[in-house]
C-alpha cells in the first residue's frame, strides 16, 4: 500500500480490505485477529468521513500496518465500524452504551419477539424462524448477537434465555405496550380525563384503548357491546355510547335478563332518547332494575362501572358520535370511577312526570 491523497480518499469511503477484527467482546476490545472484514470510518457525530477529504485519517482503534503520513494532523477521533462474516461479531461496536442493545433489538421487528419466546421455553433455530417468519440465516445471525450479548445460551439444538436476556425481553416487551398504547391515546388525549394522565406510565399497557376509524365509525360502540354482553351492573355518567345502535337492543335484553342498571345524563339527552325511542323508553322505564336520572352539570366524557371493569367514553363536542372508549380494570382508575359516579349521584334527580308525559 502506497501513501498519497489518493489513500485517504479509499480509507474515507471503504477503507481498507483487511483481514483483522475485533475478537468476540468478551475479550480485549484493541486486540485483533484474522477473519474476512470490510471497515468505513465514522465521525463522533455518527456521520461516514467526507471521501473528498485528502488527509490521511486515523481510527480510534489502532490496525496493525496502518500507514500514516508524516506531518499530518491526526484529524479523526471517531470510530470504526465493522461489517464481517464472522460469527460471534456484534452489528455494531460503535458504543458500548444501553441505546446500542436497545437500538439493535428496535432495527428489525423479529428481534424482541425472538427473545421473548426463548423466555417463555427453549426453542430451536427452525421454530424461532416459523414464528418469526425470517430465514434461517437471519436468524442464525439475530441468534449470535444474542449470545454474543449473554441474552441467550444454547443448550445442545435449543436455545435458552438467561436471566438478563429475560430481563431485557420484559423490559422491551412492557416498552412496546406502552408505545402501541401512546399511539392510540395520542388523537384522543384532549378528551380525556386528567386521571388518565396522571396514572403511572406502567400502567398503560393494561389499557384497552378503542378509537373510531375513518372506515370503521363504530369501533368503540362495538368494543363497549362486547363488554356490556358480560356484565352484572351497569352505572354510567353520560352513556350515550349505551344508547347506539347497536348497543341499544343489547341493553334492553341486559334489563330484561335482570341486570341493574343506572343512567346519569343531561336532561335534553334524555329527552332525545324518550322521543326517538317512545315505545321502547316506555318499555324500560317500566322496570325496577333500570333507572335513569338527570343532571345538568356532566364533564364532557362518560364514565361507566360495568362490575369491576371501567369504561371511559370519548364524544365528539358537535356530532356526540363516540370516538374512542377506554376500558380497564385497573385499581386507580376504578376508585376515581367510582367517585365520579358518586359525585353525581348525589345530586342527580328523577326525570319529571310531565316530561315522560310530553
Same mark, same amino acid.
Given at each position: 500500500?502506497?501513501?498519497?491523497?489518493?489513500?485517504?480518499n479509499?480509507?474515507?469511503?471503504?477503507?481498507?480490505? /483487511?483481514?483483522?477484527?475485533l475478537?468476540?467482546?468478551?475479550?480485549?476490545?484493541?486486540?485483533?485477529?484474522?477473519q474476512?472484514s470490510?471497515?468505513?470510518?465514522?465521525d463522533t457525530?455518527? =456521520?461516514r #468521513?467526507?471521501?473528498?477529504?485528502?488527509?490521511?485519517?486515523?481510527?480510534?482503534r =489502532?490496525?496493525p500496518?496502518?500507514p500514516?503520513?508524516?506531518?499530518?494532523?491526526?484529524?479523526?477521533?471517531? @470510530?470504526?465500524?465493522t461489517?464481517?462474516?464472522?460469527?460471534?461479531i456484534r452489528?455494531?461496536?460503535?458504543t458500548d452504551?444501553?441505546?446500542?442493545?436497545?437500538?439493535y433489538?428496535?432495527?428489525?421487528e423479529?428481534?424482541?419477539?425472538?427473545l421473548v419466546a426463548?423466555?417463555?421455553?427453549?426453542? @430451536?433455530?427452525?421454530e424461532?424462524?416459523e414464528?418469526?417468519? &425470517?430465514?434461517?440465516?437471519t436468524?442464525?445471525r439475530?441468534?449470535?448477537?444474542?449470545?454474543?450479548?449473554?441474552?441467550?445460551?444454547?443448550?445442545?439444538? *435449543?436455545?435458552v434465555?438467561?436471566p438478563?436476556?429475560?430481563?431485557?425481553a420484559?423490559v422491551?416487551?412492557?416498552?412496546?405496550?406502552?408505545? +402501541?398504547?401512546?399511539?392510540?391515546?395520542?388523537?384522543v388525549w384532549h378528551?380525556?380525563p386528567? /386521571?388518565?394522565?396522571? $396514572?403511572?406510565?406502567?400502567t398503560w399497557?393494561? $389499557? @384497552? #384503548?378503542t378509537?373510531a376509524?375513518?372506515?370503521?365509525?363504530y369501533?368503540?360502540?362495538?368494543?363497549?357491546?362486547?363488554? !356490556?354482553?358480560?356484565?352484572?351492573?351497569?352505572?354510567? &355518567?353520560r352513556?350515550? /355510547?349505551?344508547l347506539m345502535d347497536?348497543?341499544?337492543d343489547?341493553?334492553s335484553?341486559?334489563?330484561?335478563s335482570?341486570?341493574?342498571?343506572?343512567?346519569?345524563?343531561?336532561?335534553?339527552c334524555?329527552?332525545?332518547? !324518550?322521543?326517538?325511542?317512545?315505545?321502547?323508553?316506555? +318499555?324500560?322505564m *317500566?322496570?325496577?332494575?333500570f333507572?335513569v336520572l338527570?343532571h345538568d352539570?356532566?364533564?364532557?366524557y362518560? @364514565?361507566g362501572?360495568?362490575?369491576?371493569r371501567v #369504561?371511559i367514553?370519548?364524544?365528539?363536542q358537535d356530532?356526540?358520535?363516540a *370516538?374512542a372508549?377506554?376500558?380497564?380494570d385497573?385499581?386507580?382508575?376504578?376508585?376515581?370511577? *367510582?367517585? &365520579?359516579y358518586?359525585?353525581y349521584?348525589?345530586d342527580?334527580?328523577?326525570i319529571?312526570?310531565r316530561?315522560? /308525559?310530553?
Open positions: 500500500m502506497t501513501d498519497g491523497p489518493g489513500l485517504a479509499s480509507l474515507a469511503w471503504v477503507c481498507l480490505d /483487511v483481514r483483522y477484527q475478537r468476540s467482546h468478551a475479550g480485549p476490545r484493541d486486540t485483533w485477529r484474522p474476512h470490510s471497515y468505513e470510518l465514522f457525530a455518527g =456521520s #468521513v467526507n471521501e473528498s477529504d485528502d488527509e490521511l485519517v486515523e481510527p480510534s =489502532s490496525i500496518n496502518y500514516r503520513r508524516t506531518g499530518s494532523p491526526n484529524r479523526f477521533c471517531g @470510530t470504526l465500524r461489517s464481517t462474516m464472522g460469527p460471534d452489528e455494531d461496536r460503535t452504551s444501553p441505546i446500542d442493545d436497545i437500538a433489538l428496535a432495527r428489525s423479529h428481534r424482541t419477539p425472538a426463548l423466555t417463555d421455553r427453549p426453542r @430451536t433455530r427452525s424461532l424462524c414464528e418469526a417468519g &425470517v430465514s434461517s440465516s436468524m442464525r439475530t441468534l449470535n448477537e444474542f449470545e454474543a450479548r449473554r441474552w441467550i445460551r444454547k443448550d445442545g439444538h *435449543q436455545y434465555a438467561t438478563p436476556g429475560e430481563a431485557i420484559s422491551m416487551e412492557d416498552a412496546i405496550d406502552r408505545v +402501541e398504547t401512546e399511539r392510540e391515546l395520542r388523537d378528551w380525556l386528567d /386521571v388518565v394522565g396522571e $396514572l403511572p406510565t406502567e399497557s393494561e $389499557l @384497552t #384503548v378509537v376509524d375513518p372506515e370503521l365509525p369501533r368503540p360502540v362495538n368494543r363497549f357491546e362486547s363488554l !356490556l354482553e358480560r356484565t352484572t351492573t351497569l352505572r354510567f &355518567v352513556p350515550e /355510547v349505551a347497536p348497543c341499544l343489547l341493553l335484553e341486559r334489563v330484561d335482570g341486570v341493574d342498571v343506572t343512567l346519569i345524563d343531561r336532561p335534553n334524555h329527552l332525545y332518547f !324518550l322521543t326517538t325511542y317512545p315505545e321502547r323508553s316506555s +318499555e324500560l *317500566q322496570r325496577t332494575n333507572t338527570q352539570e356532566l364533564p364532557p362518560g @364514565t362501572l360495568l362490575d369491576d #369504561v367514553s370519548c364524544y365528539e356530532s356526540g358520535m *370516538q372508549v377506554i376500558d380497564t385497573v385499581p386507580a382508575v376504578r376508585s376515581w370511577a *367510582q367517585s &365520579v358518586e359525585r349521584r348525589s342527580a334527580r328523577p319529571e312526570p316530561q315522560l /308525559v310530553d
